[in-house]
Nanobody
Framework: QVQLVESGGGLVQAGGSLRLSCAASGRTYTVGWFRQAPGKDREFVARINWGDGVTEYIDSVKGRFTISRDHAKNTVYLQMNSLKSEDTATYYC???????????????????WGRGSQVTVSS
């Protein structure tokens, strides 16, 4: 099973930037970022296919967040710019190592999860 380690969270003022990293111990097919705010369900944020680089975002982060991958480091990044207080959450990366039909916006799609990285945006 692929192990995932997130890093890069922290406290930032509104309008600032952070970059999250998700280092994978093995090959993956797609990697997704989800987030969970206190008292809310975990929600999909973005995903990237490891091979062809296809990306997908939720509407609320389009134009502000960018997901990318580094083959040499086996790491996926989530660059977050123009952060807002509503972006405050624990961010999790998930990895799926199988192809085939799937919905990347659903948690059950992913085979492994990291432990999460806290992002706090102060207004």
């Amino acid at each position: 099973q692929v192990q995932l380690v997130e890093s890069g969270g922290g406290l930032v003022q509104a309008g600032g930037s952070l970059r999250l990293s998700c280092a994978a111990s093995g090959r993956t097919y797609t990697v997704g970022w989800f987030r969970q705010a206190p008292g809310k369900d975990r929600e999909f944020v973005a995903r990237i296919n490891w091979g062809d680089g296809v990306t997908e975002y939720i509407d609320s982060v389009k134009g502000r967040f960018t997901i990318s991958r580094d083959h040499a480091k086996n790491t996926v990044y989530l660059q977050m710019n123009s952060l807002k207080s509503e972006d405050t959450a624990t961010y999790y990366c998930g990895a799926r190592w199988r192809g085939g039909g799937y919905n990347p916006r659903v948690e059950s799609t992913y085979d492994s999860w990291g432990r999460g990285s806290q992002v706090t945006v102060s207004s």
